[in-house]
C-alpha cells in the first residue's frame, strides 16, 4: 500500500520541492489549499500533475478537520505560514494566529481524527535570532528578533509539548534559510537574483535592499526536504538542524550573482532604510551533525552553485517574458 500525506503551504516553494519529492517515492499527496480560486494552484498543478489539492485554512479548525477525514494521511508537514519576517512586522497578530496558533489547530485536528498521524512541523533557523552561541545546534537557547519567529518559537514547543503529552509522533525541522529558483521575489536571494537579470537585460538599472552585511547560512530547498520526509521515517520522533554549516552575507551573494553575467554589484545596488527591519538577524550557521549522523542527511548544492542556478533561471524567466510581451505587442 502506497503510503499518502497532506502537506500545507503547498504553493510555496517548500511545497513544491516536497510534493516532487513524495511523488518519486510513490506516496499520493494531497495539498491543502485556501481560498476560492488560488491563483498559485494552477502553478503547483503545473509542477506537480500527480498532487490532489483540498480547500482548508490553518485559521479554521473544522477545515484541518474535515481534510484531515478526507484525504486520510499517513504523514502530514505544516509548510503553511506567514513566512516573511519583514511583513510579520506589520501583521503580527495575523502572523501570531497562522504560523503560531496553526500549528495547533493541526496537531489538534491530528489528535482528535487519528493521532498516529505522523507530524512534521517546519521550524527555523530565525528562532534563534540574537545567537547565544555559534554554531547553533538542537541545543542552542531561542532568542526570536521578529513577530515570524516568535511565532515559530510557539509552533515549535507546542509540537514537542504534543508529542510529550499525548504520545503522538512530532517533530520539528529547524531548517535555515533555504533557496532556489522557485523562492518568493520577496526573500533577499530571489530578490537579487531577479534584480540581476532584470538589470543584465535592460529592463532596470538599480536594486534597492536593505541590510547588506546579514550573514546566513543558505541551502538549496530541494535538498531541505528530503530532511523532512527522512524525519517522519525513523523509529523515534526527535528534533534536528537542517543547514549547509557554512555562512555568507547578503553582499557575498551579490558579488557571485553580478559577477556571473559581468557585472558590479556596487553599481548598481542602493541601500534603501525602507528594507531595513526594526530588528534583524546579524547571522546564522548552523551545525546539522545530528542530522548527517542519524538520518544520513547532507547538501548535495554549494552557496555559489544555489546562486549560479538561480541567475540562470531568472536570465531565462526574464527572457521569456520579453519575447511574449514584445510578441503580444501590435505592430
Ligand atoms: P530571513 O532570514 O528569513 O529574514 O530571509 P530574507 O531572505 O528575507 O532576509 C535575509 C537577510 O537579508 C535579512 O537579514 C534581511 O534584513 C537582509 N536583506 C537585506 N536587504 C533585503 C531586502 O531587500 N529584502 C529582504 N527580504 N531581505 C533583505
Known sequence: MSKSALIT???????????????????????LIRGQNNPRAAIVRRIVPELHLIEGD???QSSLISALEATHPDEVYNLGAISFVALSFKQAINTGEITGLGVTRMLDAIRVVNPKIRFYQASSSEMFGKVRETPQTELTPFHPRSPYGVAKVYGHYITVNYRESYGMFAVSGILFNHESPRRGLEFVSRKITDGVARIKLGLETELRLGNIDSLRDWGFAGDYVRAMHLMLQQEEPDDFVVATGETHSVRELLELAFGQVGL??????VVDERFLRPADVAMLVGDAGKARSVLGWQPTVSFPELVA????????????????NSAATPR
Open 9 to 31: 503551504g503547498i504553493t510555496g516553494q517548500d511545497g513544491s520541492y516536497l510534493a516532487e519529492h513524495l511523488v518519486s517515492l510513490g506516496y499520493e499527496v494531497h495539498g
Open 58 to 60: 490553518l485559521h479554521d
Open 264 to 269: 558590479r554589484w556596487q553599481d548598481h545596488v
Open 309 to 324: 542556478r538561480m541567475v540562470e533561471s531568472d536570465l531565462r524567466a526574464v527572457a521569456a517574458d520579453l519575447t511574449a
